[in-house]
């Protein structure tokens, strides 16, 4: 069974729950309502039959969810299971979603490029994004005809609220002939003002390509400063960025790894690129969320640190059980904005449905495809550590 060490230090975003492990899943971030209240006020209940009926989704997250907080989700799995049948849905979620919505109800699971590719091939009707607004939008630009839902409209993104369409549009006039490069994580209107769009797991291949259509040694990466840094140490591109960050991600510190370090000597640090660029270069291995998965379970560490949003450690160790995880607890409010009482409501009342212009949409649509097309490459490209910073144009 693996084992989950919390390490909650001074600032770091956390909410209530019954364990270090599922902080977060129990209570709705903005609201004081437990789950089992939200149950009850929707008519659900445990009951002999629906815990035989969900016995095999709890076999799957026993090690990462408390017999105590079982009865609470069950009814809702349950009824969101036959809520998908009867509306043709598929759900999404992305690799930051909680263990009882990514392990037991999820269709489709993965980081940003998996679900970008995933939504543009289900067959389904309906599509629950069980992630945030840039993520449903998205799934929405590559499927028009149909229906894509986002449980919580406030689950939104600090990196896409960063940058708008009319800050896109002055760094187009300003830096005429240069491609601009839109991290998934940005709002459709962003999308539709950029050439490509990347994520943090094909980033670099992305930023290489779009110089070498364009005919340049320059590429404009946005939002994010600190991928758009990472990026840099890992080629000879001149790279142009934005000032957003990510909100869960800045907070992680050099000192943060040095404590652990002293704690935990032998542990592997693992650290996502939307971290600062010297955090990044002091852990033991950099990459996207799915590269983070494909490590530890490649490696099989003893001891491993994830420097990212704290449910991949959940979502990741029911996959490894022979790994320790040891966690600095850094929770994206946005994300835990998603839970089994908002999907379910969604689906109950179809409500949410993301909507876009037919221009807005046409025009990301195109961005996204032209990644989506690249030829996927079947070696990993991780992100240097140990390495010196690399210089970034930041605007």
Not at 33 to 50: D, N, Q, W, Y
Not at 55 to 75: F, K, Q, S, T
Not at 205 to 231: H, M, S
Not at 351 to 366: F, M, P, S, W, Y
């Amino acid at each position: 069974m693996p084992r989950i060490i919390d390490l909650t230090a001074p600032g770091r975003r956390t909410t209530t729950g019954s364990t270090p492990a599922q902080a977060g899943v129990g209570l709705h971030p903005f609201n004081d309502e437990s789950l089992a209240s939200a149950g009850r006020r929707r008519g659900l209940t445990f009951t002999p039959e629906i815990a035989a009926a969900t016995a095999h989704h709890y076999d799957r997250i026993r090690a990462v969810v408390p017999p105590v907080e079982w009865p609470a989700m069950a009814p809702f799995i349950h009824a969101i299971e036959a809520l998908k049948r009867e509306r043709d849905a598929v759900v999404l979620a992305h690799n930051y979603m909680t263990p009882d919505i990514f392990t037991c109800i999820s269709d489709i699971r993965g980081d940003s490029l998996q679900l970008a590719r995933e939504a543009a091939r289900t067959p389904a009707r309906t599509i629950v994004q069980a992630g945030v607004r840039f993520m449903a939008e998205t799934s929405k630009m590559l499927n028009m005809d149909k229906t894509v839902l986002l449980p919580e409209l406030h689950a939104g993104c600090s990196l896409a609220a960063s940058i708008s369409a009319r800050d896109v549009g002055l760094i187009k006039d300003a830096y005429p002939g240069i491609p601009i490069v839109a991290y998934v994580n940005t709002c459709a209107e962003v999308k539709s003002l950029s050439d490509v769009c990347c994520t943090s797991s094909n980033a670099v291949q992305v930023c290489e390509w779009a110089a070498k259509e364009w005919g340049t040694d320059t590429v404009i990466l946005l939002p994010d400063e600190f991928l758009a840094r990472n990026v840099a140490t890992m080629t000879k591109l001149n790279i142009i960025s934005w000032h957003g960050r990510c909100e869960v991600h800045e907070t992680f510190s050099t000192s943060d790894i040095a404590e652990i370090r002293k704690s935990y000597p032998g542990a592997l640090i693992l650290a996502h690129p939307e971290c600062p660029q010297e955090v990044v270069s002091a852990a033991d291995y950099a990459g996207s969320t799915s590269a983070l998965a494909s490590f530890v379970e490649e490696r099989n560490p003893k001891q491993v640190v994830l420097l990212t949003e704290c449910s991949m450690s959940d979502n990741i160790a029911i996959a490894n059980p022979t790994v320790d995880f040891i966690r600095p607890c850094n929770l994206c409010r946005h994300m835990k904005a998603i839970t089994l009482a908002s999907i379910y409501d969604a689906l109950v009342d179809m409500r949410h449905a993301i909507t876009l212009c037919e221009d807005v949409a046409r025009r990301g649509r195109a961005a996204i495809e032209r990644m989506l097309d690249l030829p996927q490459h079947g070696a990993r490209r991780d992100f240097a550590v140990g390495q010196p910073g690399a210089s970034v144009r930041v605007i």
